[in-house]
Nanobody, 115 residues
Framework: QVQLVESGGGLVQPGASLTLSCTASHTISNFKYMSWFRQAPGKERELVAISSSWGHYNYADSVKGRFTISRDNVKNTLVLQMNNLKPEDTAVYYC?????????WGQGTQVTVSS
């Protein structure tokens, strides 16, 4: 069973930066896709950024140029660097890992952007 543990969320002001981490119990280089999703109150969960095992990345239009997804294969950690945060980025952020036909989710970490 794969376990994913997110960390790094918090309360910040608009324009600030946060770094989210998702540490896996398995070697992350085995995961074909690892991604970050977010869910704001009253809204559906949405894809924020996705990383493939062959080095391809993609981002939601709303975060392009501000967020960067990366993998640290030594620490088995998926990282989301978030810059220039906006109030509309407020949500619970979830890490997802895909291995063969199975998908695994973390428990989520809250990010609140407010002045």
């Amino acid at each position: 069973q794969v376990q994913l543990v997110e960390s790094g969320g918090g309360l910040v002001q608009p324009g600030a930066s946060l770094t989210l981490s998702c540490t896996a119990s398995h070697t992350i280089s085995n995961f074909k896709y690892m991604s970050w999703f977010r869910q704001a109150p009253g809204k559906e969960r949405e894809l924020v950024a996705i990383s493939s095992s062959w080095g391809h990345y993609n981002y939601a239009d709303s975060v392009k140029g501000r967020f960067t997804i990366s993998r640290d294969n030594v620490k088995n950690t998926l990282v989301l660097q978030m810059n220039n945060l906006k109030p509309e980025d407020t949500a619970v952020y979830y890490c997802k890992a895909e291995l063969n036909s199975d998908a695994y989710w973390g428990q989520g970490t809250q990010v609140t952007v407010s002045s």
